[in-house]
Structure formats: structure tokens, C-alpha cells
């Protein structure tokens, strides 16, 4: 195991985490330093400290763990592996995701999982622990995303405006006893089956393990969003109106 | 040189802000760690500090910093203001020489006082004439730029990184209740010493990290009260856009942030009837003062700072307290340099204004 102290630039950082020999590299007090295993693949980081911009973007394997709060952009456009923040992430976070999964034990900003897709074996997952800001799962196209709200008390969902929008692939599943206050038309909206559930139970087994949680969870404390299968977006581009 | 619109450099910034409630005076050189700390969001095209509470043995005269291009340009200037005010104290603003920072102007201070006759015969109130002063130096006197005109406050800006420009204006020899600072990343305008941030009008300061895409819309409304756009850069229209809110409209900082940064009218749809009728009421009465685009600002004024996004949120912005600190930065990196263990550390929402005020005088 190697560790690096911090204090490096970000360029310098990023060169010593890619010539390290060691499975494991462990960052001490990191303060900003952008694009921290940025393309990695076969690396366990653990850091503490707070990383800078664009941490794990298109990360393609191993693992990547932080003690400490994520600033913007964490897994962008990540393929494989593994993000585990022990703390909040910022915004934008897993934008456009193709695979690889994110747990957030805390809060994330606005805008997580925009643009997150999946093919074939692909299938990203962001498993958020408390709320999530406006824009969740804008433009998603694939995926999976969750948002526990633990702490949640406000009676409201545990994500802000405009949840969903544009969305038309992948599910969000929120655990929440009301639904959003305003849900755009792309989506429906239904409470959650024993199989929806089924389908993210080990991620939810793999969030509570992984931050040491006790929470237990069950289907019926949930709703899944799914694209509307009327698919109304024929209305956009035919005069028919589909 | 060519304006806003007229030429596009394509290529963030970074914005910083500390205040301290208790107003116990920071030294300048924090927030230059902290700013300095987000160097790669800025290009070297501009950098610059407000702070608040740096002149208390002058604190009831009016503080104007000035560019000169010219000595021709400065005598101008001046004999302006000796018709104009009591001039109590001129002095070159001292600067640190450094490689790092060339082609500076002629950078002057110049502690005032409206001659009563003067302001009398003006019939306009003491912060009025002060604008339009301001507005008239800027617009009429060439290569005159009158760039900070508050009580107790001052600008200090340049073309460079603000790391560099913080150690150039020697900040470490001024102390003050309250900092913000910017690091520029200029893309569709030039980088030029007027055009770096903050940009101030009497005590308000502006510090912003975005791009404005109403900002012909805002200018056309806002120069039909006498205000001026000449610098070249969308920011400026914000500056002023505040002063006609807050001080001649008298609005709250709150019913002005709900102005510049207006809710959808699908979320006012959705607000209690008390508030829906005051946000239909701002939206419809201000229609043209609606901030469009990514923006995260910073606002300082005499006794308080505001912090703002976009409603969307298409910047970054975090806040932190700890005791009477509260930090507000573009990264939650630049506040933990200063204070590693915040007691609480957030997100405002987009649209929702973070008010903070010296404690007493809220």
C-alpha cells in the first residue's frame, strides 16, 4: 500500500497514483485536487480529505472511496468500478454514468445521474442516502437510481424540482411516502412491487455494508419512476401526434 | 477595444467569500488562500477582492479607487472632484511591483466628501449624487475609471490571477469584517483591468461566476435610469441592476434576489397563495430585471454579504459556518483551506438567497 500526503498539485497527484505499482493507494488530506483517478482501473484510492472536481470521471474498474464530502462531477461518464463517499457529493454527480455504481451516504446536489444510459451487461447505479437536488435523472436514458432519504422528516420527496425530466430510459426509485410535487408527463410514477424491489436489493445490501448502516428497507416503502411507455415524445417529432 | 458581443473568447471562474458576524477583522491574505486554492478555474485574464471594514479611520468618507490610463486623465479626474468634493486625503494606492502583473494603470484613492453647496444644489440625496458622479467620471472623463466608491470598503482588482493581484495590492495589510474575491475566467469578453471582478456601485460589490444570456435585455431596461454599461462585460449590469433594487427601489435583498433570480412560473404554481401573490408580483413589476443563465454571485454591502445562484443552479456554490464565520465559495475545497472542521457546510438551492448580516445591525 502506498500512501501520499497531500499538498500536490492535482497534475503531480494524478502522475503519482498512475506510475504507483501498489493495488492499494491511500491520499491523506486531500484539498481540491480535480480528476482523482481520473480512467482508472484496477486501483483501491482511499482518501481523506476533500477531492477536488471530476473525481473518478470515466473511471473503468477498481475501487474508489472517499472519508469526506465529494465536490462536483463525481463518476463522470465513469464505465466500471466502484465510488463510495462517506459524506455528501456535489453536483452533477455520475453524469452521463454507462456503468460502474456510486454510494452516497449523505446528500448529493442537483443534476445527479443526467444523461446516465445503459447497454447490454451495462447497467450503471447511483444509491443516494439522503436527498438528491432538482434535475435527478434528467435526459436518463438507463440505470438505475436511489434515493433512501434517511433523515428525511420534511413530509416531503427527498428530491428537489423537476425530477425526471426528459426521461426516457432506467428508473428512479425513491423511498418516500408522497411522490414529488411535480413530475413531468415522460414519467410514470407507481408504487413498488416485491420484484421491482428484488431487482435492488444487492445494492441496497452493498450501500448498508458499505457505510455500516442499519437501516432495513422494504418495497412498500417505495415508488419507481419509469419512462411513460405512451412514449410521448412520438408527439414531438410527428404531426399525428403518435 | 471591442465590447460585450462584439468579439467571444471561448474557454469558469471562481468566486470566494468570507464574513465574520461578529465583525472581528480578517486579514486580506485568507482570502487569498482560499481563492488561490481554484487556480485552474481561472486563466490569468483577471482576478480581484472587495473588502468591507478596511478603512476605519475613514469610515463617514467615500472611498473612490481609480484607474488613470494617462496623467492627462488623472488631472481631468481630479479637477472634477475638486468641484465636486472635499478631497480629505489622495494617495497612490501602494502595489507590490511583480512580474506576475504588468501594464498596470495609474492606481489612485482618494478619500471624499460631497461639498455641501454642491449636494444642496443638487437636490438628490448623498448616495444618489455619489452614483451619478461615479456614472459621469466613467462615461465623460477618458481613460478615468472610477472601479470602488463605498464607505469603508474597497475594490482591488487587475489582470492576472487573483493569487498574483492579491499579493500585488499587498491585501496582507488590510483587515476587514467581510471578503469576497474572484478568479476570471473571461469567455466571450476581453480581459482587461475595468472588466476584472468585483465590480461596485457606492457599497455594493459584485463577484460572479457565470455567463448572462439577458444581458442586453437587462442593460436596455437599466440605462433608461441613468445608469451606463461601458465596461465591457456582462457582470456590471448586475451591479447596477442591485442599486436600482435595493437602494432606489428600496426592495429587500430578499425581494431582490427574487427578482434577479425569478422562480419558473411552474414553481410559483406550487407556492402557498400569500407567497405565489408576491412572486407573480415581482415577476410581472420587474419582467426585464430577470437574470437569465449560469450565474453564482456574491453581494457585498456595508454590514452584510449575499450569496446567489441561478435558479437552476448552473454553478457551483457552497456555504459554511463556523461560529460567527460563514464562508460561501465555488468549491467546498477553497472554504475547508481556511476552516478544515465547519460546523455545518451546504448547498443553497438554486434561486435561494444566503443573507448575512454584522451582528446588531440586521
Known amino acids: ?242 | 477595444m471591442k465590447k460585450e458581443g462584439q468579439v467571444r473568447i471561448p474557454s469558469g471562474c471562481a468566486i470566494s467569500g468570507i464574513f465574520a458576524r461578529d465583525g472581528e477583522r480578517i486579514g486580506g491574505e485568507e482570502i487569498v488562500r482560499s481563492i488561490a486554492l481554484m487556480h485552474e478555474r481561472s486563466n490569468g485574464l483577471g482576478g480581484g477582492f472587495a473588502g468591507y471594514g478596511i478603512y476605519p479611520e475613514y469610515r463617514d468618507l467615500y472611498a473612490f479607487h481609480v484607474f488613470y490610463d494617462s496623467t492627462a486623465a488623472k488631472e481631468a479626474c481630479e479637477r472634477f472632484l475638486e468641484r465636486h468634493f472635499d478631497v480629505v486625503n489622495l494617495s497612490k494606492i501602494p502595489v507590490r511591483r511583480m512580474p506576475e502583473i504588468t501594464d498596470e494603470p495609474l492606481i489612485w484613492r482618494y478619500f471624499v466628501t460631497p461639498l455641501p453647496t454642491r449636494l444642496v444644489a443638487s437636490q438628490l440625496d448623498e448616495r444618489e449624487f455619489i452614483a451619478r458622479c461615479v456614472i459621469r467620471i466613467n462615461t465623460s472623463i477618458e481613460g478615468a475609471y472610477v472601479f470602488s466608491s463605498g464607505k469603508n470598503m474597497g475594490v482591488f482588482k487587475a489582470v492576472g490571477y487573483p493569487e498574483d493581484v492579491g499579493r500585488f495590492y499587498r491585501l496582507e495589510e488590510y483587515a476587514g469584517y467581510c471578503w469576497t474575491a474572484h478568479g476570471r475566467y473571461p469567455t466571450n469578453t476581453p480581459g482587461w483591468w475595468g472588466g476584472a471582478h468585483p465590480f461596485a456601485m457606492l457599497d455594493y460589490s459584485v463577484v460572479h461566476n457565470g455567463e448572462i444570456s439577458s444581458y442586453d435585455a437587462n442593460r436596455r431596461w437599466i440605462e433608461m435610469f441613468g445608469y451606463q454599461c461601458t465596461l465591457m462585460t456582462d457582470t456590471e449590469v448586475i451591479t447596477y441592476l442591485v442599486d436600482y433594487l435595493h437602494r432606489r427601489q428600496g426592495l429587500t435583498l430578499e425581494e431582490t434576489a427574487a427578482v434577479l433570480a425569478a422562480p419558473f412560473w411552474s414553481t410559483i404554481e406550487q407556492m402557498p397563495p400569500k407567497e405565489r401573490e408576491r412572486a407573480v408580483y415581482l415577476r410581472n413589476t420587474f419582467a426585464s430585471l430577470l437574470v437569465t443563465g449560469p450565474f453564482s454571485i456574491l453581494l457585498g454591502f456595508t454590514g452584510g454579504m449575499m450569496a446567489l445562484n441561478d435558479r437552476l443552479k448552473l454553478r457551483s456554490m457552497v456555504a459554511a459556518e463556523k461560529g460567527e464565520r460563514v464562508y460561501v465559495a465555488s468549491e467546498e475545497c477553497a472554504i475547508r483551506i481556511l476552516e478544515p472542521q465547519p460546523e455545518r457546510i451546504w448547498s443553497p438551492r438554486g434561486g435561494e438567497p444566503l443573507i448575512v448580516t454584522l451582528k446588531g445591525e440586521a
Open chain 1, 1 to 242: 500500500m502506498k500512501r501520499i500526503v497531500n499538498g500536490l498539485h492535482f497534475q503531480a497527484l494524478g502522475e503519482e497514483i498512475r506510475r504507483c505499482k501498489d493495488s492499494t493507494v491511500e491520499l491523506c488530506g486531500v484539498c481540491g485536487q480535480r480528476y482523482i483517478g481520473a480512467a482508472a482501473r484496477d486501483k483501491h484510492i482511499r482518501m481523506t480529505g476533500t477531492p477536488g472536481n471530476a473525481l473518478g470521471a470515466y473511471l473503468d474498474g477498481g475501487t474508489i472511496e472517499v472519508y469526506g464530502n465529494a465536490q462536483d462531477a463525481t463518476g463522470d461518464t465513469m464505465n466500471e468500478g466502484v465510488i463510495k463517499i462517506h459524506g455528501s457529493a456535489g453536483d452533477a454527480t455520475g453524469y452521463a454514468m454507462r456503468g460502474g455504481k456510486i454510494f452516497i451516504e449523505g446528500d448529493t446536489g442537483y443534476r445527479a445521474g443526467v444523461h446516465m444510459k445503459a447497454y447490454e451487461e451495462k447497467t450503471p447505479a447511483i444509491v443516494v442516502g439522503g436527498r438528491a437536488g432538482s434535475f435527478l435523472g434528467e435526459y436518463q436514458a438507463g440505470g438505475v437510481i436511489v434515493v433512501l432519504g434517511i433523515g428525511n422528516t420534511g413530509g416531503e420527496a427527498p428530491v428537489g424540482y423537476f425530477c425526471g425530466t426528459g426521461m426516457h430510459g432506467g428508473r428512479i426509485y425513491l423511498r418516500s411516502s408522497v411522490l414529488p410535487r411535480s413530475l413531468p408527463e415522460q414519467v410514470c410514477a407507481e408504487r413498488c412491487t416485491d420484484a421491482d424491489f428484488e431487482a435492488v436489493r444487492p445494492l441496497l445490501e452493498e450501500f448498508s455494508a458499505s457505510f455500516g448502516r442499519g437501516e432495513t428497507f422494504s418495497a412498500e416503502e417505495f415508488y419507481v419512476l419509469s419512462p411513460n411507455t405512451k412514449n410521448p415524445y412520438k408527439k414531438l417529432y410527428t404531426l399525428s401526434g403518435g
